[in-house]
């Protein structure tokens, strides 16, 4: 027998041992999953695994519409909630325990369901493409498998493989006489032609091949965080459901970085006394940074806008945002992407990502209506 109980901090070490992705995620995010992190337990108080869930993006954006539109019919969007659990492996208790955690998810899902009847909630799952176990087993309690995901990763210890790009260099708040920065936002903007850089000795700067980045420069602000900017972006580049801003937010507080590139509106007279105002839509691309574990970060949130594709513009933000997290001592950049995204795919083998593991995502539809099986 073995029984499910709350989440301890006490339980880390464990699950730590059993799956350092599962401990990071807890590490990182376990003051808000109150009531959604679980660890199962013999009778005798062994450590039997662990399931967590994560409201995604999508969750969170399908809220904001519920306080915007307080009445109304159901949303279609799927609003998905992120599950993981995992059993010790090899124990003679682990199959009962995958059941039991499974149900877990499941039932939080239903209940989530319960409390917000206009969402369409959807419990969403990743499992190793290889594992042909672990698939039968989620599509014997109802999930079914919808899309493949690939791991993609970039060695970090020679660079020099790294397509030509110009090097945007990263001016300090102490460089523009402003605070030190609480959070790590590093944003590029677009000068005018022909504007002179103080660190040339006044020398006009010279442009380069590609059109987009030819006036792009470094600059921080603590007040260019624009979150709606954001927001507008990543409704765009991820089939209309933005990413969370709540989630950018916090990867901020907890050492992540956000780097951004801008096209200011107006452009002031001499960029580089006053840092350019951000108005709405000139928000060009952005990429998010952060710690995995010792050696690994994400590279994340990358999107760009549609009338500055194909002009070289992620590709330089991307070389340099990898060349700063080797200068910080990371070894391996790590990325995910949807297999059929064949334009991103591209972009990353470019910058030298390769593919290190393949992920199948599982939806578990809460509402009859919308099941297709």
């Not at 998905?80 to 059941?99: H, I, M, N, T, Y």
């Not at 989630?247 to 956000?258: E, M, S």
Request: charged fraction near 30%; charge should be negative.
């Amino acid at each position: 027998m073995l029984r499910i109980r709350p989440f301890e901090t006490g339980d880390l070490l464990k699950i730590r041992a059993m799956n350092t992705d599962m401990a990071e995620d807890l590490m990182s995010h376990g003051n808000r999953m109150a009531d959604s992190a679980v660890t199962a337990v013999s009778e005798e108080g062994a450590f039997l695994g662990a399931a967590y869930v994560l409201r995604t993006s999508s969750f969170k954006e399908g809220l904001r519409i519920l306080e915007e539109e307080p009445a109304g019919e159901t949303i279609p969007a799927r609003c998905f909630l992120k599950g993981v659990f995992q059993a010790v492996p090899g124990r003679e208790e682990e199959v009962e325990c995958s059941e039991a955690l499974l149900r877990f998810l499941q039932d939080y899902t239903g209940k989530t369901q319960e409390s917000y009847p206009r969402l369409r909630v959807v419990l969403q799952l990743f499992g190793d493409s290889s594992r042909l176990s672990y698939q039968e087993f989620l599509m014997s309690a109802g999930f079914q498998p919808k899309a493949l995901m690939s791991v993609m990763e970039r060695d970090l210890g020679d660079l020099s493989d790294l397509p030509e790009h110009k090097k945007l260099y990263f001016r300090t708040a102490e460089d523009q006489g402003l605070p030190k920065l609480e959070k790590r936002v590093k944003g590029f903007f677009r000068r005018l032609a022909g504007s002179i850089d103080p660190r040339s000795g006044g020398e006009e700067k010279r442009g380069t091949s590609v059109p987009a980045l030819r006036d792009l420069q470094y600059y921080t602000s603590a007040h260019h965080w624009d979150p709606e900017a954001y927001r507008l972006l990543s409704k765009a580049c991820f089939q209309g459901m933005p990413d969370s801003t709540e989630d950018i937010d916090f990867l901020l507080d907890h050492g992540g970085t956000f780097y951004f590139a801008e096209e200011p509106v107006p452009e002031p007279e001499n960029v580089w006394d006053e840092a350019p105002h951000f108005t709405p839509g000139s928000l060009i691309a952005t990429v998010m940074t952060w710690r995995i574990d010792r050696e690994t970060a994400a590279t994340e949130n990358i999107c760009c806008r549609e009338d500055f594709r194909r002009l070289g513009v992620t590709t330089g933000i991307l070389a340099n945002v990898l060349e700063e997290l080797r200068e910080e001592g990371f070894k391996t950049a790590r990325l995910n992407i949807f297999s059929d995204n064949i334009p991103a795919y591209r972009l990353y083998r470019n910058l030298g990502y390769e593919i290190v593991r393949n992920l199948i995502e599982y939806h578990y539809e809460i509402r009859p209506e919308y099941r297709d099986y």
